[in-house]
């Protein structure tokens, strides 16, 4: 249900910008946001946004990760810099609501020291 795009591999400080496309019939949506997962570790909590518009980032992107949507709702959007190699990961774009909790396929991100 959710596409995303905008992975890739970028040396550390640089930047990238992931973007989610929801489907206009996933709705009411009341929370949506990214994920990651690093080899060998679960998947954890990046970025996230309710539905109206407030932002939860988590503390180790804090500063270097915002995340956004454009007026309709359709695109969600991460933009990143000053990525550093911990980043490294699987990110997943999600949107939940009630009686559904969407996942996209994932686009892998890769920060090279």
């Known amino acids: 249900q959710l596409v995303e795009s905008g992975g890739g591999s970028v040396v550390a400080g640089g930047a990238l910008t992931l973007a989610c496309k929801v489907p206009?019939?996933?709705?009411?949506?009341?929370?949506k946001g990214w994920y990651r997962q690093a080899p060998g570790k679960e998947r954890e909590v990046v970025a996230t946004?309710?539905?109206?518009?407030?932002?939860n980032i988590e503390d180790s992107v804090k500063g270097r990760f915002i995340i956004s949507r454009n007026e309709a709702g359709a695109m969600i959007h991460l933009r990143m810099t000053n990525l550093k190699p911990e980043d490294t990961g699987v990110y997943y774009c999600?949107?939940?609501?009630?009686?559904?909790?969407?996942w996209g396929q994932g686009t892998q991100v890769t920060v090279s020291s």
């Open positions: 206009r019939n996933v709705f009411p949506i009341s929370n």
């Open positions: 946004m309710d539905r109206l518009g407030l932002a």
């Open positions: 999600n949107a939940r609501g009630t009686g559904f909790d969407f």
